[in-house]
């Protein structure tokens, strides 16, 4: 989930947060304009608290932070830009999957097993009916794996090695797959969206992907109410199957998610109450965590978040001189994350460890190869490295040349707005130049950079795609993917090539998820090519931003002795991640 606003200090808090900010910026999702809770704008820009109207303030959830602008769609299969809740809410997962526990807990399905080689067995759960009434069955399940036949289905590559989806009974699915890749299996359990055979079946490839499929049918806890320009609306519906067989129950009668502009926008309502969560990045919230603000983070103190995704600067290794594994070395012992963690986050983020994977993961981290090839800020060493590699500084301006005497002058790209990342680009220019390395960092428009980065034609980039989830191989396949494409839109943007890190993370992605010991010997492997080679340099985890408050709602995900350990977000693909178990432990406030 890339999270994004403006940088915009709310007026009524800016003498609290300027301290903090250090230049810094947000990162949370850009929306829309906010307003009231009947739906209408809040006029000159202002925000009006979001309580009162149609919808009773003891008895809806206002969240934030998730929405880019007004709600587009509500197509389950479009995981990129469907309306907050449409998967989780209304739309469910087979599995629920919990990064903090790394457990699957059964949900539309009753239980799954690999019954052969080549064979997995779902069981589904009876009882469970779709939103108008009618039973869900193996029929849905085997028709919405199917839609991954279709190219545009994001999940098409799946039938790469998915033979074929065959119901045994209304309650029962044998997959057979013609390769046991048991990690992306694991994967596609609990992220696949299951949506009704009888209402679906008939649509167009263009209708599925492109069709706005407003007012959803589905299995979970929450219908479709309204929308408007600024706010997209969920009421909770009778006879959710999980009340009964679960004896779980969502607790807010509504759930109103609104679009706001910038954080100025989603710290005002926030102090204001009228938001209970913001997901937004709202800086120099540690000051408010600390003062008399009513505002909760899920650790009382830093990095104050769970993290979610790691940042990474991308070298183009087809482009010289980033195909020299020493140069690229040298860069990475040049970069200063401590100032960027400290100076631009004010420690709402965490330095990466050497090896980029996520603290969720630390049991497959393998110290040994870490401590002895790892990397960390310094200045000398970077200078060593380009000294022994040739790179020398022949005209005595401070910055070297190539080992053939060619100008280096590098560009560090981020998009523009995305104020955090512009900063962290300028300490990355800056800490590099000290040790004679000329980056220059530079700041297209997203759209821009996103053409460019997938053409191959810039020299470095951030980028942060792969999130938190059930296994680390994601974060592999990310890295080391092959064969490189023409355009390269959501993997190996570096266009490395290493045909022995590829075929260990093909043989990682067929480790069943329950034997340890042999991904921790593949992640070794790994671990130890990615640090010899440094195709790419994990620089900090982005956190999983989260600001809640107890006006209304209590007993929200925290770090705390006695409450819930859920992810606390509404983040598009989290909600099956715990988000919405979270929803069934909320409680009312006292005088909510």
Same mark, same amino acid.
């Given at each position: 989930?890339?999270?994004?606003?403006?940088?915009?200090?709310?007026?009524?808090?800016?003498?609290?947060?300027?301290?903090?900010?250090?230049?810094?910026?947000?990162?949370?999702?850009?929306?829309?304009?906010?307003?009231?809770?009947?739906?209408?704008?809040?006029?000159?820009?202002?925000?009006?608290?979001?309580?009162?109207?149609?919808?009773?303030?003891?008895?809806?959830?206002?969240?934030?932070?998730?929405?880019?602008?007004?709600?587009?769609?509500?197509?389950?299969?479009?995981?990129?830009?469907?309306?907050?809740?449409?998967?989780?809410?209304?739309?469910?997962?087979?599995?629920?999957?919990?990064?903090?526990?790394?457990?699957?807990?059964?949900?539309?399905?009753?239980?799954?097993?690999?019954?052969?080689?080549?064979?997995?067995?779902?069981?589904?759960?009876?009882?469970?009916?779709?939103?108008?009434?009618?039973?869900?069955?193996?029929?849905?399940?085997?028709?919405?794996?199917?839609?991954?036949?279709?190219?545009?289905?994001?999940?098409?590559?799946?039938?790469?090695?998915?033979?074929?989806?065959?119901?045994?009974?209304?309650?029962?699915?044998?997959?057979?797959?013609?390769?046991?890749?048991?990690?992306?299996?694991?994967?596609?359990?609990?992220?696949?969206?299951?949506?009704?055979?009888?209402?679906?079946?008939?649509?167009?490839?263009?209708?599925?992907?492109?069709?706005?499929?407003?007012?959803?049918?589905?299995?979970?806890?929450?219908?479709?109410?309204?929308?408007?320009?600024?706010?997209?609306?969920?009421?909770?519906?009778?006879?959710?199957?999980?009340?009964?067989?679960?004896?779980?129950?969502?607790?807010?009668?509504?759930?109103?998610?609104?679009?706001?502009?910038?954080?100025?926008?989603?710290?005002?309502?926030?102090?204001?109450?009228?938001?209970?969560?913001?997901?937004?990045?709202?800086?120099?919230?540690? /000051? !408010? #965590? *600390?003062? %008399?603000?009513?505002?909760?983070?899920?650790?009382?103190?830093?990095? +104050?978040?769970?993290?979610?995704? &790691?940042?990474?600067?991308?070298?183009?290794?087809?482009?010289?001189?980033?195909?020299?594994?020493?140069?690229?070395?040298?860069?990475?012992?040049?970069?200063?994350?401590?100032?960027?963690?400290?100076?631009?986050?004010? /420690? !709402? #983020? *965490?330095? %990466?460890?050497?090896?980029?994977?996520?603290?969720?993961?630390?049991? +497959?981290?393998?110290?040994?190869? &870490?401590?002895?090839?790892?990397?960390?800020?310094?200045?000398?060493?970077?200078?060593?490295?380009?000294?022994?590699?040739?790179?020398?500084?022949?005209?005595?301006?401070?910055?070297?040349?190539?080992?053939?005497?060619?100008?280096?002058?590098?560009?560090?790209?981020?998009?523009?707005?995305?104020?955090?990342?512009?900063?962290?680009?300028?300490?990355?220019?800056?800490?590099?130049?000290?040790?004679?390395?000329?980056?220059?960092?530079?700041?297209?428009?997203?759209?821009?950079?996103?053409?460019?980065?997938?053409?191959?034609?810039?020299?470095?980039?951030?980028?942060?795609?792969?999130?938190?989830?059930?296994?680390?191989?994601?974060?592999?396949?990310?890295?080391?993917?092959?064969?490189?494409?023409?355009?390269?839109?959501?993997?190996?943007?570096?266009?490395?090539?290493?045909?022995?890190?590829?075929?260990?993370?093909?043989?990682?992605?067929?480790?069943?998820?329950?034997?340890?010991?042999?991904?921790?010997?593949?992640?070794?492997?790994?671990?130890?090519?990615?640090?010899?080679?440094?195709?790419?340099?994990?620089?900090?985890?982005?956190?999983?931003?989260?600001?809640?408050?107890?006006?209304?709602?209590?007993?929200?995900?925290?770090?705390?002795?006695?409450?819930?350990?859920?992810?606390?977000?509404?983040?598009?693909?989290?909600?099956?991640?715990?988000?919405?178990?979270?929803?069934?432990?909320?409680?009312?406030?006292?005088?909510?």
């Amino acid at each position: 989930m890339r999270n994004r606003t403006r940088f915009l200090i709310p007026v009524l808090a800016a003498g609290l947060l300027s301290a903090a900010c250090s230049g810094g910026g947000g990162s949370s999702t850009p929306t829309g304009p906010a307003g009231d809770a009947t739906g209408g704008a809040a006029g000159g820009g202002a925000a009006a608290p979001a309580g009162g109207g149609a919808f009773p303030r003891n008895e809806t959830l206002y969240t934030s932070g998730t929405q880019w602008g007004p709600p587009a769609n509500w197509n389950p299969l479009r995981e990129w830009d469907f309306a907050t809740g449409t998967k989780g809410l209304v739309y469910e997962t087979l599995f629920m999957y919990d990064p903090n526990t790394d457990k699957f807990s059964p949900w539309l399905a009753e239980s799954g097993d690999w019954t052969g080689d080549l064979e997995y067995t779902l069981k589904l759960r009876k009882g469970v009916t779709w939103s108008d009434g009618k039973p869900f069955t193996a029929d849905d399940v085997i028709f919405t794996f199917e839609l991954g036949k279709m190219e545009t289905v994001p999940y098409h590559p799946l039938w790469d090695w998915m033979k074929s989806a065959d119901k045994v009974d209304d309650y029962t699915i044998k997959f057979t797959f013609t390769t046991a890749n048991h990690q992306e299996w694991a994967n596609h359990l609990y992220s696949r969206a299951i949506v009704p055979k009888h209402l679906w079946e008939g649509r167009s490839e263009d209708e599925v992907m492109n069709g706005v499929n407003e007012k959803p049918v589905g299995t979970g806890p929450y219908a479709y109410q309204s929308h408007d320009q600024d706010r997209m609306v969920w009421v909770k519906r009778d006879g959710w199957w999980a009340t009964k067989a679960l004896n779980k129950d969502v607790k807010p009668k509504y759930i109103v998610d609104i679009v706001n502009s910038s954080n100025e926008v989603a710290m005002g309502l926030l102090l204001q109450k009228g938001l209970d969560l913001s997901v937004n990045f709202l800086p120099g919230i540690a /000051n !408010l #965590v *600390k003062g %008399s603000f009513g505002i909760k983070t899920y650790y009382d103190q830093p990095p +104050y978040m769970l993290s979610a995704n &790691t940042t990474w600067m991308w070298f183009n290794t087809a482009k010289k001189p980033m195909d020299d594994k020493a140069f690229r070395k040298a860069v990475a012992y040049a970069i200063d994350t401590k100032k960027i963690v400290e100076g631009v986050y004010g /420690n !709402l #983020v *965490k330095a %990466s460890d050497p090896s980029g994977l996520l603290p969720q993961w630390d049991k +497959y981290v393998d110290k040994n190869v &870490t401590s002895t090839l790892g990397f960390s800020y310094n200045p000398d060493k970077a200078k060593q490295l380009l000294a022994d590699a040739g790179y020398k500084d022949r005209n005595g301006d401070g910055l070297v040349e190539s080992p053939n005497g060619a100008k280096i002058s590098l560009k560090l790209i981020v998009p523009a707005g995305w104020t955090d990342w512009m900063e962290a680009a300028r300490v990355i220019s800056s800490s590099a130049k000290a040790a004679g390395i000329d980056i220059e960092a530079d700041f297209p428009d997203y759209n821009a950079l996103v053409d460019v980065r997938n053409q191959g034609k810039f020299d470095l980039v951030l980028n942060n795609d792969k999130q938190l989830a059930n296994t680390p191989w994601l974060y592999y396949d990310y890295l080391f993917r092959l064969p490189v494409q023409k355009l390269q839109t959501t993997t190996n943007y570096g266009r490395y090539e290493n045909k022995r890190a590829w075929e260990l993370t093909q043989q990682l992605d067929r480790v069943k998820p329950d034997d340890l010991a042999g991904m921790q010997k593949i992640t070794s492997e790994l671990q130890k090519i990615q640090l010899e080679d440094m195709p790419v340099i994990p620089l900090w985890y982005n956190g999983l931003w989260s600001q809640t408050t107890d006006s209304v709602w209590k007993n929200w995900p925290s770090s705390a002795p006695n409450t819930p350990k859920y992810p606390p977000t509404v983040w598009r693909n989290w909600l099956e991640m715990g988000g919405t178990l979270m929803l069934t432990e909320l409680q009312p406030a006292s005088g909510g």
